[in-house]
């Protein structure tokens, strides 16, 4: 589980530092004010010590954040990455259960980080990101962009994603309670399955007898699909971090609802969750569930210059998604009295 | 007039506002029969206005009761004003005053007034109430509900109100 980050000259982050990192954690913002940032900032590091020292892969760990960090924010130098106008070098420290590690590059270093220090352990779960884009029509072209052409456009957040569901087949016999029951929860949503043909390649929505096309199915259907195949998959463990973009988008609004709820059942059986939203549904359903479950989400709420962390536990506290309802409430008392 | 409900002073002239709840159409009613503060004209517009000053949580268990006691208040006195107008024989004859006594051509809000409530905290109250007004608006062509709290209801002059009407 991660404990705690600190972000140095990262993007539009001067400085960040989060200690009161929970089990679902949310972060809120305008647009381009680093949320999706601090989200693969995380990820990057923490799918590093993932993928160190899995099988007979010889790569150095020192490597593997490079190429991740490459393939994930992909800028041509990682110099492009330090937050502008400034001089300092761009720094990460990220403390977790399974160990420690920084890094930091300056305004030389163009795709190679040889400042690290790491004293992560091995890990064998995996964790994955759910960009707020769908892949599952996309998988054939994500993979072959990537492996291919090596070409920019998705990252690897999509790449990793489009792996993980497509090359980890479902596995029959126990699951972890928990993970049942968020499948059938899921299933019931959508009210069928998503399903993989390996020899073909091609997504298929099997609802009840009959099988449709995937791309004739709505985006949400496959939003929700994607996190069933992923628990059905035994991809995710209860020592996965989940990182969410948006679950919002493509989600009616009681779907996201019983979306969210269903996360609360996988952070209960230990899966951490990272959420950013635009969404006044999610910050509400969110502090109902701090509320109901009395559970810590702490949620961090970016601006252009600052940033505010509190926990929903303790209320909503002011922020620019409540903020924006309140002005649409004025203006609308402003339209009734004129 | 001045009239003080939920620890506010609502002041307008008196051919502008009646004062439903003392009325003696209502007080022949009956006082089990719900009923809102008063009913005011302000800017053109014909206002029923209910005041309270506090109101009940959504997560708490009384606030669908809370949210049906203001809409069975508003939709009394809608009927009960309507029969007034319509010279409907009740036993005590009410002298409307001389600005409210026709509701034609006339646009019509429903106000509810929470004093201490943030504005955060009355937007649930608003849709809620809203959703279920959704009818009786349509039927009866009312033209708004909104729920408001102190700040907003001086704002737009429904408090210490000496404006021109």
Known sequence: MIQSVLLENF???????????????????????????????LYTLIKSSEEFGRGDDPKRFEQILSEKIYWTFQVDKFNELITKGTSGRLRMEMNAGHGKCEYSFGDKTTNTITEVKNSFKKREDNSIFIPAKEI????????????????FGFDDTYYDLTKAIVNNPPQKGRNYTSFSNSRKK???????????????????FKKGKNIYSINIVSEGIKKIGLLDTLLG???????????????????????????????????????????ASHSYFTIKKLF????????????????????LIENLIDGIPENPIIQESIRLYEEEIEVSFQ | MIIRESNMDFKFKKEN????????????????????????KLKGKILFIEA????????????DKDIQDIYQKILNSLLLYSGILLGRPYKSLEKLPENLNSMKDKKIGLILIIKNHKKEWLISIDEKLNLLFYSIKKVFLIDFFKVLNEEIAEKYGLIHSDQKQ
């Open chain 2, 17 to 40: 506002i009646f004062h439903i709840e003392k009325s003696g159409v209502y007080q022949q009613v009956g006082k089990n029969v719900k009923i809102c503060e008063f009913i005011v």
């Open chain 1, 136 to 151: 599952i029509t996309l998988s054939k072209v994500i993979l072959a962009s990537r492996e291919q052409m090596k070409a």
């Open chain 1, 186 to 204: 899921l299933e019931d949503i959508i009210k069928g399955k998503l399903e993989y043909e390996q020899d073909s390649g091609r997504w298929n």
């Open chain 2, 52 to 63: 309270k000053t506090t109101f009940s949580n959504p997560q708490k268990g009384t606030f």
């Open chain 1, 233 to 275: 998959n035994r991809y995710l463990t209860p020592g996965s971090v989940l990182f969410i973009d948006e679950p919002e988008s493509a989600l009616h609004p009681e779907a996201l609802n019983q979306f969210l709820d269903i996360i609360t059942l996988l952070a209960k059986e230990g899966i951490q969750i990272f959420i």
């Open chain 1, 11 to 41: 993007g539009p982050l001067k400085s960040f530092f989060w200690d009161n990192i929970s089990k679902i954690n949310l972060l809120i913002g305008s647009n381009a004010t680093g949320k999706t940032i601090i989200l693969k900032a």
């Open chain 1, 288 to 307: 109902l569930i701090a509320k109901k479950e009395k559970m810590d989400i702490p949620i961090v709420s970016l601006s252009d210059a600052d940033y």
